[in-house]
T-cell receptor, first 114, second 117 residues
Framework: GENVEQHPSTLSVQEGDSAVIKCTYS??????FPWYKQELGKRPQLIID?????GEKKDQRIAVTLNKTAKHFSLHITETQPEDSAVYFC?????????????FGAGTILRVKS | EPEVTQTPSHQVTQMGQEVILRCVPI?????FYWYRQILGQKVEFLVS????????KSEIFDDQFSVERPDGSNFTLKIRSTKLEDSAMYFC???????????????FGPGTRLLVL
């Protein structure tokens, strides 16, 4: 089955700097890669996702890149702000007509220091 | 903006007891999921449900677990005889009908924190 590895486990950056979180996946059938932000005690919130027919996607300060050949994808946050501090999870899934099971990475604790 | 809701927010139970966790998915969604997250760990897939039947389940989802959509709005997870290791946060998620280009996007509920004593 699918296995998702995520690095680093913790990341501290200064406010205004960029943050990069990387994930690798094992199953070449995976075709959907979302990123979730989870604040303490709250639900995972989707922040951006990418499908396998796209190499890069950007939404304001957040971007995701996907390299299907190498089976890795990355989250880039620019101009970080203290409110970006949270746990970020990457996930991989294979969409089919009956649904889309997501396999999550272990998470990255991002701390943005002001 | 519509959201997935879950009740209760917290549940404390004795080992061996049955618990039912309830979810109300987003109203036009057709795909439903349960995940769990043990404290400090990653989110783990339990089961997906579509067209009134289980479409996929993980090894965690053994005979002690069951899911049901008893009416047009609720989606429930039942654990028949809880174990200490079932203590976790349980998240329900739903996603939209196919064809809209966003079938894969899963929206999570706020979770039910289950503590088995």
């Amino acid at each position: 089955g699918e296995n998702v590895e995520q690095h680093p486990s913790t990341l501290s950056v200064q406010e205004g700097d960029s943050a990069v979180i990387k994930c690798t996946y094992s199953d070449s059938a995976s075709n959907y890669f979302p990123w979730y932000k989870q604040e303490l005690g709250k639900r995972p919130q989707l922040i951006i996702d990418i499908r396998s027919n796209v190499g890069e996607k950007k939404d304001q300060r957040i971007a995701v890149t996907l390299n299907k050949t190498a089976k890795h994808f990355s989250l880039h946050i620019t101009e970080t702000q203290p409110e970006d501090s949270a746990v970020y999870f990457c996930a991989a899934g294979e969409s089919w007509e009956y649904g889309n099971k997501l396999v999550f990475g272990a998470g990255t604790i991002l701390r943005v220091k002001s | 903006e519509p959201e997935v809701t879950q009740t209760p927010s917290h549940q404390v139970t004795q080992m061996g007891q049955e618990v039912i966790l309830r979810c109300v998915p987003i109203s036009n969604h057709l795909y439903f999921y349960w995940y769990r997250q043990i404290l400090g760990q990653k989110v783990e897939f339990l089961v997906s449900f579509y067209n009134n039947e289980i479409s996929e389940k993980s090894e965690i989802f053994d005979d002690q677990f069951s899911v049901e959509r008893p009416d047009g709005s609720n989606f429930t997870l039942k654990i028949r005889s809880t174990k200490l290791e079932d203590s976790a946060m349980y998240f329900c998620a739903s996603s939209s009908p196919p064809g809209g280009g966003t079938q894969e996007t899963q929206y999570f509920g706020p979770g039910t924190r289950l503590l088995v004593l």
